[in-house]
């Protein structure tokens, strides 16, 4: 079983417009909402793939009443810690004219101490029975830093983690698995430029002597590269059919190197049923919303390159 947990899911709103006119009176196409943020994302992902799984999470007020009744309609089974602080919203805004999308991001809502404690509590008693963790998405204010490092040491699982700069860091000292943070990301954590390849290895490495097993880094539609302690890999990403909603594509790869993990496979195709299925997600309007079957197909378009690192 894989267990996705963090602490900050998010009520999703999508609206389409024709084109955004800034300080002009905008009128949406068409609204959707549904459960999201990267905990919520990468725990749907998995149970589309077909792989058994449970997420963790928390939740408040009207948002958070329809964040469990989403995830309870997509058959996923949850745990959720009940908060007085109520559950974030974000809107994702996308111009079919340009085919921009722009995200509004609501910071997660800071939580009390009781609310950590209890979810702390009920992480780790799920957590006994998973063979894989995804631990993903940024703390809410007020969280220690070395709260991620807590959630590891109490499991003692196999983790991916999609988290960045001190919480990462302080993340690294439990062997994790995998971290898989883009090259932003990557550059903000290691504080140096990952603008070439060098820079990137310097990178890989500086994670991987910290304590990383695997680190997977992407760039939006660029080329993933990989490394593990023995090899290191360049993938060339497949082509979607189309893009309908980019939102959700590094959740869904973090799932499917959750599954890929939990079934057995090495680092190349571990990264490639990632990679497929953050394609996959491209494909469909409401995040991690994937086909199975069409994450598999792409993930066998994914081109591989050993590098000489």
Known sequence: MILAAGLSPAWQQIADFDQ?????VNRATQVHWCASGKVLNAAIAVHRLGAPCRGLSVAGGPAGHSLRADMQAEGVAMDWVETTAPSRVCTTIRETGPGRTTELVE???ALTQSDLETFLKVFEQAAATADVLVLSGSLPAGTPADFYRTMLQRAGKPAVLDIRGDELIHALECCPRV????REELAATVDHPVDDEEGLRQAVRALQERGAEWVVITDGAGPVYA???DEAWRFEPARPRELVNPIGCGDSLAAGLAVGISEGRGLVDAVRLGMGAAAANLENLLPARLEPGRAEALAAAVQASPLAW
């Not at 955004?20 to 002009?24: A, N, Q």
């Open 179 to 182: 971290v898989k943070p883009n």
């Open 227 to 229: 490394a593990s302690p």
């Open 20 to 24: 955004l006119r800034p300080g002009e």
């Open 107 to 109: 910071n997660a809502p």
